[in-house]
């Protein structure tokens, strides 16, 4: 069974569109992490958010523990936001990922 | 920022070959971690350690060995190389184990052929 779910697979956006990503999962887990990464490229950390609403610049996440959900909003997207947004979370000490969702970003 | 560095960042072996990629990072994180990273299956934790000279097994284990040598040394270790193992490898450090940011190298690919 897949601990980490995440939707959509793809999304393609209109540059300065809006973005939702979800993601859930099929614990109860209080570490919820969201990465960034560039095709083939390292991944980077783009929020801690284990409970609550966390925002970043253009980005915000909200996570739902009860619901096991988190979700991550990038506002007015840009065509340099393109990659795979990828969650994460924390379970028995260990981070497990989803498959992430490919973001397309058009002029 | 936490400097992650993995070599090599390409690699090509025949089936049965001896693959060993490095890690190093800087910081002086207790944690490092090994992840593979696959179409269709994401990223898979394969080996981690909390220290120099402990061992904790991942998800996918099988195939692979791993050794922490210092602080900042990790290596993960195909002895005989199958074309399954075929795949782009991570590594990352964290302070700690959980509610810390990761920080991830850049990759390595590698082919089994």
């Known amino acids: 069974e897949q601990q980490v779910q995440q939707s959509p697979a793809s999304l393609v956006l209109q540059e300065g569109e809006n973005a939702e990503l979800q993601c859930s999962f099929s614990i109860f887990t209080n570490q919820v992490q969201w990465f960034y990464q560039r095709p083939g490229g390292r991944l980077v950390s783009l929020l801690y958010n284990p409970s609550g609403t966390k925002q970043s610049g253009r980005l915000t996440s909200t996570t739902v523990i009860k619901e096991r959900r988190s979700s991550l909003h990038i506002s007015s997207s840009q065509i340099t936001d393109s990659g795979t947004y990828l969650c994460?979370?924390?379970?028995?000490?260990?981070?497990?990922f989803g498959d992430g969702t490919v973001l397309t970003v058009k002029p | 920022e936490a400097a992650v560095t993995q070599s090599p960042r390409n690699k090509v072996t025949v089936t049965g070959g001896n693959v060993t990629l490095s890690c190093r990072q800087t910081?002086?994180?207790?944690?490092m971690y090994w992840y593979r990273q696959d179409t269709g299956h994401g990223l898979r934790l394969i080996h981690y350690s909390y220290g120099a000279g402990n061992l904790q097994i991942g998800d996918v284990p099988d195939g692979y060995k791993a050794t922490r040598t210092t602080q900042e040394d990790f290596f993960l270790l195909l002895e005989l190389a199958s074309p399954s193992q075929t795949s782009l490898y991570f590594c990352a450090s964290s302070e700690k184990n959980s509610g810390n940011t990761l920080y991830f190298g850049e990759g390595s690919r590698l082919i089994v052929v």
């Open positions: 910081n002086s994180h207790n944690y």
């Open positions: 994460a979370i924390t379970n028995t000490g260990k981070l497990t």
